[in-house]
């Protein structure tokens, strides 16, 4: 079994920052990519940023330049750098893993809780 916990959201004022972790536990072999993905209320869900395992990046337009994904594997986790938050960055942010377990000759999706982000003055 494998679980992901996330935290670091929160409420903080248009331009401000905010560090989100989230970090996965299990029978872990080893994790392929890592991302971040985002919803607000009657949205769809969206891509944020996606990291490989080999520390290749991918970001959604509207968060070049503002947003970085790192990972940390060792510590199976994956972070998210967001500055100069925009009041439409609120919503709640999922992260996301392809897990390969010990048990597996193939990788699963895995999904955190959830961790809302509220960017208001």
């Known amino acids: 079994q494998v679980q992901l916990v996330e935290s670091g959201g929160g409420l903080v004022q248009p331009g401000g920052s905010l560090r989100l972790s989230c970090a996965a536990s299990?029978?872990?072999?080893?994790?392929?990519?890592m991302g971040w993905y985002r919803q607000a209320p009657g949205k769809q869900r969206e891509l944020v940023a996606t990291?490989?395992?080999?520390?290749?990046?991918n970001y959604a337009d509207s968060m070049k330049g503002r947003f970085t994904i790192a990972r940390d594997n060792a510590k199976n986790t994956v972070y998210l750098q967001m500055n100069s938050l925009k009041p439409e960055d609120t919503a709640v942010y999922y992260c996301?893993?392809?897990?390969?377990?010990?048990?597996?000759?193939?990788?699963?999706?895995?999904w955190g809780q959830g961790t809302q982000v509220t960017v208001s003055s």
């Open positions: 996301n893993m392809k897990v390969r377990r010990v048990v597996s000759v193939y990788d699963n999706d895995y």
């Open positions: 299990g029978s872990i072999s080893r994790i392929n990519a």
């Open positions: 990291i490989t395992s080999r520390d290749n990046t």
